[in-house]
């Protein structure tokens, strides 16, 4: 079974909080598209090195945020919860997709407008 899964970078909380200055917005996309990138790195290296390339699917490109998307086998998502470097959670397995967004029936625009119409003509 295949599983979806989120992962992201583990967050050092041994220092106490402290605001980020305020700053150029154009330098903080390039530091979080350079970060997204070395997650994705780490990700790919830590697969690579534990020999679990036949249990990873699919794996998502680096984007703005710290967050890589991966598509694994239940044992491959063991192996990854257990890298210090990330956290990884669980969205849910693939093959449960095809039943949450299932065929949908067409509907007219008109059907969806009448009721509202009718009801709006009675209020002028």
Do not use: N
Request: hydrophobic share 45%; proline share 8%.
């Amino acid at each position: 079974m295949w599983i979806e899964s989120i992962i992201m970078p583990r967050e050092d909380d041994s220092e106490p909080y402290v605001p980020a200055p305020r700053r150029d917005r154009r330098g903080g996309v390039a530091a979080a598209l350079e970060q997204s990138r070395k997650l994705r790195d780490a990700v790919q290296g830590f697969v690579s090195a534990h020999d679990l390339s036949d249990g990873v699917r699919w794996l998502s490109e680096p984007g703005l945020l710290p967050v890589i998307t991966i598509h694994c086998t239940d044992f491959a998502l063991a192996k990854l919860r257990e890298a210090a470097d990330f956290v990884v959670g669980s969205a849910a397995p693939i093959d449960t997709y095809p039943a949450l967004v299932g065929a949908q029936a067409q509907v007219a625009p008109q059907a969806l407008l009448t009721p509202a119409l009718a009801h709006l003509q009675r209020r002028v």
